[in-house]
């Protein structure tokens, strides 16, 4: 059975930093492109990043280009987001998201076919 | 950029009746259109993906169709647990795109 288990989220202040976990488990995980996707609270689904199987490449929103990383560890079956400048409007429930394919940008049939519970960041002072 | 358009936002329906969800797209997409269903407190989980094929594990109730521009989501008799959220989503075009949602509500 595929899990994803995210953690590190919680309440911060605008401008500070945070980084979030995910742990995966039930399939190989080296095979797969995995992203992270935000939801506001009451609001819809937004793509935030995303990282192809080897970290070869990287993708992220105009909305986080530059103040958000995104990094996997193969060897530990996880992948982090780090958040620095951190914004009101970053506020969120912060999904992790396993890829069907290895690549994070391959267009087409590509889809995302797992995701974890979620787990919130919220950006207050 | 893709711009999702989901119709109608709120859909009441009881139990047993049949449900048809509308998903447009701004431009062609072929058939690479996913949905998604969303229940309170829960994650997304994946439905149909390339337009039309289910998931694993989806029932038979719920089908995909369309192509290009117009995209329907059916569920064809309403089990209790089939309330929630409706997601369409596309990776035909960078960056991927979701619709703004559809609410089925017990009526």
């Known amino acids: 059975e595929v899990q994803l288990v995210e953690s590190g989220g919680g309440l911060v202040q605008p401008g500070r930093s945070l980084r979030l976990s995910c742990a995966a488990s039930g399939y190989t995980f080296i095979h797969h492109a995995m992203h992270w996707v935000r939801q506001a609270p009451g609001k819809g689904l937004e793509w935030v990043s995303g990282i192809s199987w080897n970290s070869g490449s990287k993708g992220y929103a105009d909305s986080v280009r530059g103040r958000f990383t995104i990094s996997r560890d193969n060897a530990q079956n996880s992948l982090y987001l780090q958040m620095n400048s951190l914004r009101a409007e970053d506020t969120a429930f912060y999904y992790c998201?396993?890829?069907?394919?290895?690549?994070?940008?391959?267009?087409?049939?590509?889809?995302?076919?797992?995701w974890g519970q979620g787990i919130l960041v919220s950006v207050s002072s | 950029e893709i711009v999702l358009t989901q119709s109608p936002a709120t859909l009441s329906l009881s139990p047993g009746e049949r449900a048809t969800l509308s998903c447009r797209a701004s431009q062609s997409i072929a058939s690479h259109l996913a949905w998604y269903q969303q229940k309170p407190g829960q994650a997304p989980r994946l439905l149909i993906y390339?337009?039309?094929t289910r998931a694993t594990g989806i029932p038979a109730r719920f089908s995909g169709s369309g192509s290009g521009t117009d995209f329907t989501l059916t569920i064809s008799s309403l089990e209790p647990e089939d309330y929630g959220l409706y997601y369409c989503h596309q990776r035909s075009i960078w960056p991927p795109a979701f619709g703004q949602g559809t609410k089925l509500e017990l009526k």
């Open positions: 998201v396993k890829d069907n394919g290895p690549y994070y940008d391959s267009t087409g049939d590509w889809h995302f076919d797992y």
């Open positions: 390339a337009a039309s």
